[in-house]
């Protein structure tokens, strides 16, 4: 009898736990990074799900809003203020394309990978403006395959 009720406590400890491990990633929004001007910094990001994703406005005039179409079916939008953090907490597994509204064109985007992304190829055809075709093609290059990851 003791030994049961020791193993229960040790598993209602190990849920509290894992409920408190949620991991919270800062991506800066910088007019100037190490990729260029206006940019996501890290502009790739790979979470599990119940992750959180705190875009933090270290230099103002920028925001973070999800794409439409890139971001898996049952996953709510978002749209960050401008000059202001925004905290965004990623529940759903999939692939997610963020953008900076005022410097889409100019390739302030990221991505946000969460767990086994379902909707890569979806996320893939989505028509990108301007230079923010190139940032994404470089973010899902690099991404292992679906193939290689299922192995
Ligand atoms: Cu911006």
Redesign the pocket.
């Known amino acids: 009898m003791r030994k049961v009720m020791t193993l229960a406590t040790i598993a209602v400890l190990m849920s509290v736990a894992g409920a408190a491990a949620a991991a919270e990633v800062e991506v800066k ?1 910088l007019n100037k990074g190490t990729e260029g001007l ?1 940019v996501f910094e890290p502009a790739l990001v790979k979470i599990e799900p119940g992750d959180i994703v705190k875009f933090v406005a270290t230099d103002k ?3 973070a809003e999800s794409i439409k179409g890139m971001f898996p079916p049952d996953a709510a939008p978002f749209v960050g203020k401008n000059g202001e953090d925004v905290t965004v907490t990623f529940d759903k597994p999939g692939a997610y394309g963020v953008k ?1 509204l ?2 889409y064109g100019m390739g ?1 985007v990221a991505l946000i990978v969460v767990g086994t992304p379902r909707n890569l190829a979806e996320a893939k055809a989505v028509p990108q403006v301007g230079k923010a075709k190139q940032v994404f093609a470089a973010l899902f290059e690099k991404l292992p395959t679906q193939a290689a990851a299922a192995k």
Do not use: S, T
Request: hydrophobic letters at 35%; a neutral charge; glycine letters at 12%.
């Open positions: 929004m206006m005039g920028h925001n900076c005022p410097h302030m």
